[in-house]
């Protein structure tokens, strides 16, 4: 459920009609709404009331500190894969005792900054990985909390560029090298492997990859502890999927549902990394229509936003709902490629749509934006990167100005020799 709904024919976020924002602060602009994001976290960390557990919300979705403030504020900690992503995360107030840091390039600065700030854990990926954080550690004098990420070899039956959990995979250690590497960890001296994590990919829509997952990891984990490990936390990561059209995910406690009764006996803390379910039907991409135009082989409605404020339909060929933020019941239904300013074929957001006739200076509402919109946006075509509203009831909060031209340049130097 999300809080973006029709009044009268005009779409509104929560108490909020679009048209009010887009006059505020100008198109195009990313729009999220405050109840939606606290329904949905709480719908998630509810879910596992009865287990011991982390919500550690996959920054990668969508990292404003706004959003991380208000997901600190429910107490979620965060799923990190960056040095950038940890700075954000402090500074929004997340405590570093909830705090897992994943990914396959960890640098050693990164690694330092983590350790320094005493997160919870690493997610380790790579004996080479696992000796840099030991290394560092030494270096620091500390001692460095770590679970083993491990790929069981799941297809989750997802997009392949968000697919994590097969053989073929970057990511993890595969379940048959898992005890190799614990024991190469508990033979260096700044290493306490303490977890066991598994992250098979994203958008999921069925709950059983994550039951058959679990089922291979469970039976590691008594493998580990049965050689000595003390293994006090288990990491199912995230990946539950959303709807964007016709899709129906499970809600979050029928995945509980599912996996509570294999961790009944497991005396470990439960850690997940929802990001998409949090945040993605929480927010929308606000744009104006500049032209429309008929072409030779079919029609175009020429908007101003673009594949650099959202570059899913690009990227993964991604389906988002359009609809007009003022209905027009009359309008005829027409079927054209919704694209872009930017100098690229690739410049669309959506193709072959059917959808009601659009106007030039009509506002159109690009829905389940909220996750991987603006974190993946860029300057491409030196376009300044939009703004970010937050709306809570009839309040409008603008939590990231939209650049300006100075902005595009600020950090490029002209060497002398060129003055």
């Not at 997901?71 to 992503?85: L, R």
């Not at 997610?123 to 560092?136: C, F, G, H, T």
Request: net charge neutral.
């Amino acid at each position: 459920m999300h809080d973006f709904a029709y009044r009268d024919g005009e779409l509104y976020c929560e108490d909020v009609p679009l048209s009010r924002v887009a006059k505020e602060v100008g198109t195009p602009c990313y729009v999220y709404s405050h109840h939606t994001l606290i329904q949905h976290f709480r719908a998630f960390d509810g879910a596992f009331q009865d287990v011991p557990h982390i919500v550690a919300f996959a920054m990668k979705a969508n990292s404003n500190l706004a959003i991380l403030r208000l997901m600190a504020k429910e107490g979620s900690g965060a799923d990190i894969v960056s040095g950038g992503e940890l700075y954000r995360a402090l500074r929004a107030g997340m405590a570093p005792a909830k705090i897992v840091f994943a990914g396959v390039g960890k640098s050693r600065e990164e690694i330092r900054q983590a350790l320094d700030a005493d997160i919870l854990m690493f997610n380790v990926e790579s004996s080479a990985e696992l000796q840099a954080i030991n290394d560092v550690a030494a270096e620091a004098k500390k001692r460095a909390r770590v679970a083993l990420r491990i790929n069981p070899d799941i297809d989750p039956k997802t997009h392949p560029y968000i697919s994590t959990g097969l053989k073929k995979s970057k990511f993890g250690i595969s379940a048959e090298r898992a005890l190799d590497e614990f024991k190469l960890a508990a033979a260096l001296g700044h290493i306490d492997v303490v977890g066991v994590h598994a992250h098979i990919g994203s958008q999921l829509t069925d709950v059983t990859p994550f039951v058959d997952s679990l089922k291979k990891v469970l039976a590691l984990v008594e493998t580990l502890k049965a050689h000595g490990a003390n293994i006090r936390y288990l990491n199912i990561g995230g990946g539950l999927g959303i709807t964007y059209s016709d899709e129906t995910p499970p809600p979050p406690k029928e995945l509980a549902k599912a996996v509570s009764p294999l961790l009944r006996d497991l005396k470990c803390v439960l850690i997940m990394e929802p990001g998409r379910v949090i945040v993605g039907n929480a927010g929308i991409l606000v744009t104006r229509v500049l032209y429309t135009k008929a072409g030779e082989a079919k029609d175009f409605v020429i908007v101003d936003a673009a594949m650099n404020d959202l570059i899913r339909p690009s990227l993964y060929g991604a389906y988002h709902e359009i609809k007009p933020v003022r209905q027009a019941p009359t309008a005829a239904i027409q079927t054209v490629d919704v694209v872009g300013p930017v100098c690229e074929s690739g410049d669309f957001l959506a193709k072959d749509r059917a959808m009601s006739e659009a106007r030039p200076g009509d506002l159109l509402a690009v829905m389940s934006a909220g996750a991987y919109g603006f974190v993946m946006s860029s300057n491409y075509n030196s376009r300044p990167r939009i703004p970010e509203v937050l709306v809570r009831e009839s309040e409008v909060h603008v939590i990231r100005a939209r650049e300006d031209y100075a902005d595009l340049v600020r950090g490029e130097r002209i060497p002398d020799f060129l003055a």
